[in-house]
């Protein structure tokens, strides 16, 4: 794990030093135009005029001693300005995730029952959609319909500032109106994948023996399906789950723009704009990190549906 | 009849009463107004941060000596009164009494002193206050400044947010001004309203100052400003009323379909000292664009209609020359280029470009400086190919890529988007200027263009008080660019104001959101 993060700290130093331009430039062009004098300062006070080496280096140092510097854009601690938008965007991916499980299963298992009936096919046409679909055009839709047309959901941020009320449950049900529509927009790239998993392992589990003869002990339809089958079918539509954790990461980027979600997405996205090194590394370690909780998870759970597995 | 008249007179009274009572209501006293803004700025510091996205807050929380009208008249803001002698080269300001910085401690001529010092060294735009030697503070309520030669530019330079007056206290405590963390949080300002929240990417939250020196303003109680990168999102949140108001919004089809919804005001007044500029740049001194018939063969072949209506959707303005057509420097007899290409091949033929068998002369790269000049690009080639001149269109992943590219003087042609910051002192001069030719610095005289001539005659102009001379300075300015053609400009940035019909008096100056929104309130 430790060498994964010094792989993915060198890799990323090496691109962002390969991007044409720096800092220096982007300054420039928040300022409306600049001077040679101070953009040369700009780029001692950064060490940017140092060798690559020296550069990395000292990075590598920094972070090693749990120190992720400044942002060179914003003049803030790095460490607190992803901590600042690390809770939205681990909600948002959170909710997503679990969102496009729980509907891409129900729908897997409905659609398992009458494999090539109609409804099948609109469950597998549903997914397909939501997969094909570009998710910051999705989410745009979405804003369309629900924002402007019928105006339930705002469009865009975390929370309504002009509320003053002390509330608790006030402020998580705004937070929670807010989240709706990015959540179900992350989400519906993966329905399709966990809906037709979950579908062909249904198929293949409702026609093992073992469901024969819960159905021949005279067990309930419900049962059977749930208790039985289901439970046995899950395992590839969890592993493959955890799997994604880091696509559904990177899905967040665009959904975070469209919506305006202050969460690390946009965070990242300025950041290879600007190019704030310090602000993208440290985004990309906590990602690394964030994917590997994930994926931790992902075995736990999989170790409560089927106790045989050893972590 | 007599009785009649009277009615009639009684009633007209009554009428002229009752309109002006209405024209005249006093702004509604309270209410928040939710703006959005289309980037996080660095920092709330204009002193040491230019620039329109630090300039919105940063006018709200700081003040200036001078604010200007909607004229281009000076109008006094901290300094009620000012005199200018000894030929230009002394300036005397003399400030409001009673005001006070955000903690309470009485801004004095010292604040002003620091805070032009601190921006002589700090800010971009160092043409702003060169010419400034030394400010005096005989007392605590006047500041004098020294000049070394008539400087017409300073009026403009002390006025909005290119010089906000910041406490000497806290910014003067030894730390580098352009990095100081009070620039983010706990900002301590002079203007109307000072600063509850600021956090990067999310939001900027302003709340009314009481102590303000100007009596009964602001009117507003607070302002929510929303960074909302995605323009989409912006418009389905004006056009829902989520969002009140909207500055600086240039993509033509927003503005468009924003016009037509019956609950929002769209202007594009109120951006003449911002002064944005769209054009196509020519590198002067290398390649085939060294040669001035090639620039004007080109020029002839770009329709400037077609971009104002095909690609600026009829919301932008014709710009004829490197000066803001809302400037009164502005010279529209100028040679227009107007479409022609029998006129563009003939001085290609004339030049000795001769076509080769496929029809080309010659190939030519062009780059553009943000996406929305994509389209430009694209245009260019299709319009260039009539005159046989082959064009590449070279896309940048983005700003720094393209920045590189051509201050380093890597190119054929570029599409810009040049503002002119007030004064032409300040956002004109630099880019035809032979000493501002500098290799690495974006919107310098990147075109590499040099004329002794145009160098004398900005010289010229840039310390002639007298209006009437200093115009006609620039018209022949204007007249001689248009003649070299390092650049040949094209249209205003269409940029323009959004807001809700609730909202009264919006900021419709010279300095768009980049001015004091004290008059500015939400109605019933």
Redesign the interface.
């Given at each position: 794990m430790l060498l994964v993060l010094l792989v993915v700290v060198v890799l990323n130093f090496l691109m962002l030093h390969l991007?044409?331009?720096?800092i220096a430039?982007?300054?420039?062009?928040?300022?409306?135009?600049?001077?040679?004098q101070?953009?040369a300062e700009l780029r001692k006070q950064y060490g940017l005029d140092q060798p690559f080496f020296i550069q990395l280096f000292n990075y590598v140092v920094r972070v090693a001693l749990l120190d992720f510097g400044h942002s060179h854009?914003?003049?803030?601690p790095v460490f607190d300005?992803i901590m600042?938008?690390f809770p939205a965007t681990l909600l948002l991916v959170f909710s997503a995730q679990i969102l496009s499980l729980f509907v891409g299963i129900l729908l897997g298992v409905y659609a398992a029952q009458n494999p090539n009936g109609l409804s099948s096919l609109f469950v597998n046409m549903f997914s397909l959609f939501g997969y094909a679909a570009p998710v910051f055009w999705t989410g745009?839709l979405l804003?369309?319909a629900f924002?402007?047309h019928i105006?339930i959901f705002?469009?865009?941020?975390?929370r309504d500032?002009?509320i003053e009320s002390s509330n608790f449950f006030v402020h998580f049900f705004d937070v929670l109106r807010h989240l709706f529509l990015p959540m179900i927009t992350l989400a519906s790239i993966f329905f399709a994948y966990y809906s037709r998993l979950c579908r062909a392992s249904m198929l293949e589990v409702l026609g093992a023996d073992f469901v024969r003869t819960a159905k021949a002990k005279g067990l309930s339809k419900k049962d059977v399906l749930l208790k039985h089958a289901l439970k046995n079918s899950l395992s590839p539509v969890i592993t493959f789950a955890g799997l994604s954790f880091s696509a559904v990461v990177s899905g967040a980027i665009l959904v975070e723009?469209?919506?305006?979600w202050?969460g690390l997405g946009?965070?990242a996205f300025?950041s290879?704009?600007?190019?704030d090194t310090p602000v993208l590394l440290g985004i990309l370690i906590f990602s690394t990190l964030m994917v590997t909780v994930g994926n931790l998870l992902t075995d736990l759970t999989l170790k409560a549906l089927d106790p045989r597995i050893k972590i | 009849m007599n009785k009649h008249f009277l009615k009639t007179l009684l009633l007209t009274a009554t009428l002229i009463f009752t309109s002006l009572g209405v024209s005249f209501a006093e702004p509604k006293k309270g209410g928040t107004l939710i703006a959005a803004v289309g980037n996080s700025p660095r920092h709330l510091n204009p002193a040491v941060q230019s620039g329109i996205v630090t300039g919105f807050p940063g006018a709200q929380l700081f003040a200036t000596p001078i604010r200007y009208d909607n004229n281009w008249e000076p109008q006094p803001y901290l300094a009620e009164s000012w005199e200018i002698s000894d030929g230009g080269k002394t300036v005397r300001l003399n400030l409001v009494k009673d005001a006070v910085f955000h903690d309470g401690v009485p801004i004095k001529s010292s604040d002003v002193k620091f805070s032009l010092e601190t921006i002589k060294k700090n800010h971009p735009f160092k043409t702003m206050f060169a010419p400034v030697v030394s400010v005096e503070t005989p007392d605590e309520h006047t500041a004098i400044l020294k000049l070394s030669s008539p400087h017409p530019a300073l009026m403009l330079a002390m006025s909005s947010q290119l010089m906000a007056i910041i406490p000497e206290h806290v910014y003067g405590d030894g730390q580098d001004p352009k990095t100081h963390p009070q620039n983010s949080e706990n900002v301590v300002g002079s203007g109307p309203f000072k600063l509850v929240e600021f956090k990067s990417g999310e939001h900027i939250i302003l709340e009314r100052f009481d102590d303000f020196f100007i009596d009964g303003r602001p009117y507003l109680d607070k302002m929510v400003l929303k960074i909302i990168k995605d323009p989409a999102t912006r418009t389905i949140g004006l056009e829902n009323g989520e969002i009140d108001f909207y500055a600086f919004e240039n993509v033509a089809r927003n503005i468009v379909r924003l016009k037509k919804n019956d609950n929002l005001t769209v202007t594009p007044d109120g951006y003449a000292a911002i002064g944005p500029i769209d054009w196509l740049a020519f590198n002067t001194k290398d390649g085939k664009t060294a040669d001035v018939n090639v620039r004007r063969a080109i020029a002839y072949a770009i329709d400037r209609n077609f971009i104002l209506k095909a690609i600026m959707l009829g919301v932008a303005d014709e710009a004829r020359t490197g000066i803001h057509p809302g400037s009164p420097f502005y010279e529209p007899n100028v040679e227009p280029y107007n479409l022609d290409i029998d006129k563009a091949n003939k001085i290609l033929d004339d030049a000795g470009y001769k076509k080769g068998s496929d029809g080309m002369r010659f190939g030519l790269t062009v780059d553009f400086g943000w996406p929305g000049l994509k389209p430009n690009a694209e245009y260019t080639k299709a319009a260039l190919k009539k005159i046989g001149i082959d064009v590449t269109v070279r896309a940048s992943a983005d700003f720094p890529t393209w920045a590189k590219t051509v201050s380093n003087h890597n190119f054929d042609l570029t599409w810009d988007t040049v503002f002119n910051w007030g004064d032409p002192v300040i956002g004109v001069h630099r880019t035809y200027q032979t000493s501002n030719i500098k290799k690495g610095v974006i919107w310098s005289n990147t075109q590499q263009y040099s004329n002794p001539k145009v160098d004398a005659i900005m010289e010229k102009a840039g310390v002639e008080n007298d209006m009437d001379k200093r115009k006609a300075l620039y018209s022949d300015l204007q007249k001689m660019l248009a003649n070299d053609l390092p650049v040949y400009w094209t249209n205003t940035l269409p940029y323009h104001t959004i807001y809700s019909k609730k909202v009264g008096n919006p900021p419709m100056g010279i300095w768009a959101t980049s001015s004091p929104m004290d008059m500015t309130y939400i109605k019933d």
């Open positions: 991007a044409p331009g720096d430039d982007t300054i420039a062009q928040t300022m409306g135009g600049a001077d040679e101070d953009m854009f914003y003049n803030l300005l600042e938008r745009i804003l369309i924002s402007l105006p705002p469009v865009s941020g975390m500032i002009t723009t469209v919506y305006s202050p946009t965070l300025n290879i704009i600007s190019r | -």
